[in-house]
């Protein structure tokens, strides 16, 4: 169970903090996962500012770019990583934002404060062949027959669809049906999008759901594990673990490689990013973007894996002209 919250805040700001929670939940449609990091986040933060008084909301007016500065400082001497420390910022922006547009308190200070820069890191993507060799196998390194199907149609999903795990996960029988042609998504912050459906997906969803002997009902979870409960992300990823294995495959292949397949191998295709960014529910394009460096080392290593001049042998240096 998680440790409550406990804000370094008097009876002037606290009011203000449980508002904004309110406003992220229910007009930002975050998470309850999403809102208790913020939560966290803002609490580091009043605690490191002042931890010998409770701090009002005349004290954060007052703030100033040394005590953003010093904070930041404090953070990384306990060796945060680049990505919790810009995520922990994030928070604190957030909340003074809205004191800002709510017009409690403006403090000018923050916009000053940039944002740490954190390190490059591609989106690990499988060829063609791999994703289809995992698919595949799927069915292979299962306990058994029904089981194997299922973990087939869930990374169908992954691969076809783009999806999360948590998403394909997540649905029910009746979301997805013969007549459809699309799949509606509910994705992070409850934004829901709609996908093209493969006739591939479904097939491998029937094959699975006539194979298992729960006989699920309309509504009921879509994907069973092997007592009849809704199945657990970590069932999946230790089924892709096996197939890694079997396959010889790197440690990068994990469920959400397959996504990252999805959204590489369009890219390359030639389908835009905007269109893209919309398949994955991505909220800004800036995430979607980093395929594109992506897209450069696929297009590279397949020039080399069919140009003829890379087909050859390599002539000796003396021989070369």
């Not at 409550?4 to 606290?14: G, R, V, W, Y």
Request: aromatic share 8%.
């Amino acid at each position: 169970m998680q440790k409550e919250i406990e804000f370094n805040a008097d009876t002037t700001l606290l009011p203000f903090i449980i508002k904004w929670q309110n406003w992220l939940l229910k007009e930002r449609a975050y998470s309850k996962h999403t809102l208790d990091g913020y939560s966290r986040d803002l609490a580091i933060f009043l605690k490191k500012i002042s931890s010998d008084k409770l701090l009002s909301i005349t004290d954060l007016e007052k703030l100033e770019v040394t005590d953003f500065r010093r904070f930041l400082s404090s953070r990384a001497a306990q060796d945060i990583t680049k990505s919790s420390l810009s995520r922990e910022l994030a928070a604190v922006r957030s909340f003074f934002k809205w004191l800002d547009v709510n017009k409690i308190i403006k403090n000018s200070a923050l916009s000053v404060i940039a944002t740490p820069r954190r390190a490059k890191i591609l989106p690990k993507a499988l060829d063609e062949q791999d994703a289809f060799d995992v698919l595949t196998e799927a069915k292979d390194v299962a306990a058994n027959a029904w089981e194997g199907l299922r973990d087939k149609a869930v990374l169908t999903l992954l691969y076809g669809c783009g999806l999360r795990i948590s998403e394909a996960l997540s649905l029910n029988v009746g979301d997805i049906n013969a007549d459809s042609e699309f799949l509606r998504i509910k994705g992070k912050g409850n934004k829901e999008r709609i996908v093209p459906l493969l006739p591939i997906v479904w097939q491998n969803i029937c094959a699975y759901l006539a194979k298992s002997p729960y006989n699920q009902k309309t509504g009921e979870p879509l994907f069973l594990g092997a007592r009849g409960e809704r199945l657990s992300p970590r069932i999946i990823q230790r089924q892709v673990q096996k197939l890694r294995g079997r396959l010889g495959l790197p440690d990068t292949l994990t469920p959400h490689a397959l996504r990252h397949s999805f959204a590489t191998q369009l890219l390359v295709a030639g389908v835009d990013l905007r269109s893209i960014q919309e398949l994955l529910g991505h909220s800004s394009l800036i995430t979607t973007q980093r395929y594109t460096d992506v897209q450069t080392e696929t297009l590279q290593r397949e020039y080399h894996k069919a140009h003829p001049l890379e087909k050859q042998k390599y002539k000796k240096r003396s021989d070369l002209p």
